[in-house]
């Protein structure tokens, strides 16, 4: 097993949605910025929001064991071998990330090949 690379690409914040449901207090993600980077396999990474790795672990879990090499679903989705695009599951203030399959084994005891 290895870690993926977890890249926050896009912050959002649907100011229409949040004004319509929201507290007057939301606003846009107070925990990831953009550009910043986390390595994962099966634990959520230290400073990363753990219901948004909840929300894509699943990308997380099949990059960090070999899957991917050959897209995901059926090869047309994302261009790139090992690379997923998912975000978290705020409809308010959704975040996007990059995930990239890596060569950096797991530090996980036992997990490793």
Do not use: H
Not at 40 to 69: H, T, W
Not at 82 to 107: H, M, Q, W, Y
Request: some cysteine.
């Amino acid at each position: 097993m290895n870690k993926v690379k977890i890249t926050v690409l896009k912050t959002l914040f649907l100011e229409d949605l949040a004004e319509e449901y929201a507290y007057d207090t939301l606003g846009p993600c107070g925990k990831l910025k953009e550009g910043q980077v986390f390595y994962a396999d099966l634990d959520c990474p230290e400073g990363f929001c753990n219901a948004a790795f909840r929300s894509i672990y699943q990308y997380v879990y099949a990059l960090a064991n070999g899957g991917g090499k050959e897209g995901f679903f059926y090869g047309d989705w994302i261009r790139e071998p090992g690379v997923a695009i998912s975000s978290c599951n705020d409809g308010l203030r959704p975040v996007i990330f990059k995930l990239e399959a890596t060569d950096i084994p797991s530090e996980l005891p036992g997990k490793t090949e």
